[in-house]
């Protein structure tokens, strides 16, 4: 009795033995148990989600939507006050309205500085026949005077002409200058106008810019997330009123870099959803990570110290959902999933999308 107890109890104690190294050996992949399906719980749904901001500040007027509603592109979603900006606009379009007043008196006045060169250079010419004709009449009357012809008080009107018309054509001439200086300032003046009036016309478009932000649109069709706007709240820019998610997803799983030396772009995935009572869907490896998520960390872990223990990293892999399938309209970013790859299956020239 007692050799067949001792039996029995050495075979259950192999057998216990054996099956301890047979569960160590599978949870390890090691042979018997290798498999070419990589797995990891380490998964989760991903999706565009867009925070929805003011660009000023302001009090709440209208909130047009409420939590978790379906929304279409360029929907409204908040009105801000927008008496302010209003009248910011009706500022800027009146300082428009200023500079482009002055800007049409600085080009009357450039057709008056070249009336007045005209009338100066008309001048000019009328002295110049003045000068010479005082010249000419002195060139008659000074060979008379030495001659005793003419009279002393003939050459003196004479001498007193020329001169005079010498005094005309110079004070013409200084004139015409005055009035070519008065036309090249008008000129370099009009370049700073025509600048205000540019100036002018952006302070317009700012402020238009601005109010048109006091409505706040949908960026894209989606989903919405709770909506933190309250008609009356005041909200600043920057502020986060709520958040819509678009309906495209796909998947981000963090593998192992001992799982990733098989795996490659376009090998089909299986993928099971928390949420969904573990349902499968499927999918097609899209993209990988340039390195791994410890290298996008706020705070990057320093190797280079005495206590260092080698930790596997993990390196996010994209994953695309296939189209077609009635449940992948269920899933929203966050969810968790479990995802595995046949790295023995050959991988597809093009994923399909999700």
Do not use: C
């Amino acid at each position: 009795m007692t050799r067949v107890f001792r039996s029995t109890a050495t075979i259950i104690a192999l057998l216990l033995g054996f099956s301890g190294v047979m569960l160590i050996l599978y949870a390890w992949r090691l042979p018997p148990f290798t498999s070419t399906v990589e797995t990891t719980d380490n998964a989760f749904v991903r999706g565009q989600v867009t925070l929805i901001s003011p660009q000023l500040a302001g009090y709440v007027s209208e909130v047009s939507v409420q939590d978790f509603q379906k929304v279409k592109a360029g929907q409204v979603l908040v009105r801000l006050d927008n008496r302010i900006y209003e009248q910011k606009l009706k500022q800027a379009q009146a300082n428009l309205a200023v500079q482009k007043a002055a800007l049409a008196n600085s080009q009357q006045k450039r057709r008056s500085d070249e009336a007045r060169i005209a009338a100066g250079e008309a001048q000019v010419t009328g002295a110049k026949a003045a000068l010479s004709t005082a010249e000419a009449n002195w060139n008659r009357v000074e060979p008379l005077l030495h001659r005793g012809v003419s009279t002393q008080s003939q050459a003196d009107q004479a001498r007193s002409a020329l001169e005079q018309a010498r005094a005309s054509l110079s004070q013409a001439m200084s004139a015409l200058e005055v009035s070519r200086q008065d036309l090249a300032a008008t000129l370099i003046n009009r370049q700073s106008l025509e600048a205000a009036v540019q100036s002018a016309e952006a302070a317009v478009h700012l402020a238009e810019i601005d109010l048109q932000n006091t409505t706040i649109t949908a960026p894209q069709d989606g989903r919405l997330s709770e909506v933190g706007a309250r008609p009356g709240q005041y909200v600043s820019a920057g502020s986060q009123l709520m958040a819509i998610v678009p309906e495209t997803v796909w998947v981000i799983a963090n593998f192992k870099e001992t799982q990733l030396s098989d795996m490659r772009i376009g090998q089909p995935v299986t993928f099971t959803v928390d949420a969904l009572e573990h349902v499968s869907l499927h999918g097609h490896l899209e993209r990988f990570s340039p390195a791994a998520g410890s290298e996008f960390s706020v705070l990057k872990p320093d190797n280079a110290t005495g206590n260092f223990t080698k930790v596997a990293q993990r390196v996010p892999v994209r994953v695309s959902i296939d189209p077609g399938q009635e449940l992948a309209e269920q899933l929203a970013p966050g969810m968790s999933v479990v995802v595995s790859v046949d790295t023995a299956a050959p991988a597809q020239t093009r994923a399909a999308g999700g």
